[in-house]
């Protein structure tokens, strides 16, 4: 009789909790999301970094493009995970907060990032009405 205990295979992808709506299950997706920001954040500076690096005498661009590829794969990885989570419909703080913003703080974000898209929609529609304004004129002869 052998003493050797066999490991235990490991299941991929980890097994489900039966309810998928536990506050725990919540907590733990939020705490992967934040760490891929994490990742997202790193990346896009060694991206910039290296972008800026690529004006320097002597230096190829190969090393941004492989930056920037990874920085595109990081936020692909994130979009999934927040459609898939569902914690990309909840506004994410950085970690480093401690005081969640109250919810008159959220209203007011929400009203003035409101008022912004409309008043940028209202001025395109007004630059629009001008530009048709201007093409539907008829065309006058030139003074001599």
């Excluded at 066999?6 to 097994?15: C, K, L, S």
């Excluded at 930056?67 to 480093?96: D, F, H, M």
Aim: aromatic share 4%.
């Amino acid at each position: 009789m052998s003493s050797f205990v066999h490991p235990q295979p490991a299941v991929f992808p980890p097994q489900q909790p039966d309810d998928l709506n536990s506050p725990a299950l919540f907590k733990d997706n939020i705490t992967l999301v934040q760490s891929q920001i994490s990742t997202v954040r790193s990346l896009a500076r060694e991206a910039l970094n290296a972008i800026k690096g690529t004006y320097q005498p002597g230096s190829s661009s190969a090393h941004a493009a492989e930056n920037l590829a990874a920085l595109r794969q990081s936020l692909q990885t994130l979009n999934e995970l927040l459609y898939t989570t569902g914690v990309g419909s909840l506004p994410l703080l950085p970690p480093e907060t401690t005081e969640p913003p109250t919810e008159e703080q959220l209203a007011d974000q929400a009203n003035k990032a409101i008022t912004t898209l409309f008043t940028l929609h209202t001025r395109m529609q007004e630059t629009a009405a001008v530009a048709a304004n201007i093409m539907a004129a008829p065309e006058q002869a030139p003074r001599r």
